[in-house]
């Protein structure tokens, strides 16, 4: 029989958080450490096993969403699939859009679309009640992203890249509490809470622009810009705080949350590469 393996990497965002969904700019990046890997073997028969218990109840789900969206029966899904995982779950680094771009993949494989896109969006709903696009893009792409007016403005490679640093705050995130945490903050105060969008916008437009012309006070700046919009928007608990505190502490001149907030992982910025630093040191991903 034979087996098709389909790869979906990790992902991390610089800039441009939950304002993306209403059309903000936001610029990912690929992290090719961590893969989500699904296998398909052909056969009359279907059946799903992950190396996830909760990956395998997922990928059952998004399998008979996905038919629904596509109008198939979901029984035209065969095959004997297997997951194996290890993007770390709920701590902002993608594993829902890697693991909606593999199912998005299987149905591309029978026929059952050409452009897998759309698809995957609706997949990833499911986990962040409404998708923006970015983290499918990052992960279908598995290139640098500028991504505005909820479709892909550019990919890219930055013209110097300094030393970056991933390190886990000790919680993890909920895309969904987070989103609606925002959500909730529109309904409140609509006025600020379109200044905070407008404010991460100019976030990743300063990100952007450092990367393009070798600035690091610029991105400095727009790091720092991004983490104030977190923490007014109340996506910055105590443990979060302590954590940037602590990096900041230890050298880093600039940090933030790089998925939803309320934990996950924290960018750090460095002038020199850290001496005590236990953490992903980045670099620019080659697909």
């Known amino acids: 029989m034979r087996i098709t393996t389909f790869l979906s990497h990790a992902k991390w965002i610089l800039s441009g958080e939950h304002s993306v969904i209403r059309g903000g700019k936001a610029i990912a990046f690929p992290l090719n450490i961590y893969i989500n ?49 290890d993007i770390p779950i709920k701590t902002g680094l993608g594993s829902s859009a890697a693991l909606c771009v593999n199912v998005a993949k299987i149905f591309q494989y029978y026929g059952y679309c050409d452009d897998i896109f759309p ?47 991933l390190t886990h705050s000790g919680e993890k995130s909920s895309t969904a509490e987070c989103t609606e945490k925002v959500q909730q903050f529109f309904l409140k105060d609509s006025m600020q809470a379109k200044k905070l969008d407008d404010l991460m916008s100019l976030s990743s437009d300063l990100c952007e622009n450092a990367l393009k012309i ?44 790089v998925g939803s907030g309320l934990g996950g992982y924290v960018l750090s910025l460095w002038e020199d590469t850290p ?8 670099t620019l991903e080659k697909p």
Request: charged residues 20%; aromatic residues 8%; hydrophobic residues 40%.
């Open 37 to 85: 890997s699904m296998s398909l073997e052909d056969s009359n028969n279907f059946s799903l096993v992950s190396d996830q218990e909760v990956l395998s109840k997922d990928a059952l789900k998004l399998i008979d969403i996905g038919a629904d969206f596509l109008n198939i029966d979901p029984k035209a899904v065969k095959g004997k699939i297997k997951i194996t995982n």
């Open 214 to 257: 070798s600035d690091f006070g610029r991105l400095k700046d727009g790091i720092n810009l991004a983490n104030k919009v977190f923490c007014q928007w109340g996506l910055c608990n105590q443990t979060l705080k302590t954590h940037i505190d602590d990096l900041i502490l230890a050298g880093a001149v600039a940090a933030k949350p």
């Open 119 to 165: 698809l995957a969006m609706r997949l990833e709903d499911v986990f962040h009640g409404k998708s923006s696009g970015l983290d499918i893009a990052v992960t279908l792409n598995n290139k640098p992203v500028i991504y505005h007016n909820n479709k892909v403005l550019e990919f890219f490679s930055p013209s110097f890249w300094p030393t970056m640093v």
């Open 275 to 282: 001496k005590n630093c236990d953490g992903i040191y980045l």
